[in-house]
């Protein structure tokens, strides 16, 4: 987490990626467990290492800010671009995580916009998802005028 006087910045947790790290690790030891695949290690290799960089390069274009009135959405790539979503626009906060996530203290938040109506916007893989949606709900409040 980033902090600054203005603003907050999060990024997905290291270990939101646990689904991929096991990817990775069935190509790299694939091969060296089952005999069948031993030709196969060359790609496994590479297959491993294009895995390791979409998570390092995923993670590092994520990104979750929020600044006095205003909370920045950027999921990264595909098509990474920042969205601003005044607090005021904010309806709602849902946590969703799976078994797997909560007991790697993560999850994802879906932010429900007031408008366009429906309109629901994910950060996922967050640390801390109960004090995080806490946080964000305290300040949509604020800037509409609920306490």
Not at 8 to 33: D, E, H, K, M, N
Not at 50 to 69: E, N, P
Not at 126 to 144: C, E, H, M, T, W
Request: glycine share 10%.
């Amino acid at each position: 987490m980033v902090t600054s006087e203005s603003s907050v910045t999060i990024r997905p947790a290291w270990s939101s990626y646990f689904v991929f790290y096991t990817a990775a690790a069935l190509f790299l030891l694939g091969p060296q467990v089952n005999p069948q695949y031993a030709p196969y290690r060359t790609e496994g290799l590479v297959i491993c290492g294009l895995i390791a960089a979409f998570v390092i390069l995923r993670r590092s274009t994520t990104a979750y800010t929020w600044t006095d009135g205003v909370l920045i959405v950027n999921n990264g790539i595909p098509g990474g671009r920042d969205e601003e979503i005044p607090f005021a626009n904010i309806d709602s906060v849902e946590l969703r995580r799976g078994l797997t996530q909560s007991a790697l203290g993560i999850g994802n938040l879906a932010v429900h916009l007031k408008s366009p109506q429906g309109e629901v916007r994910v950060l996922y893989g967050v640390r801390n998802p109960k004090g995080l949606r806490d946080q964000i709900l305290k300040r949509a409040g604020a800037s509409s005028g609920v306490e």
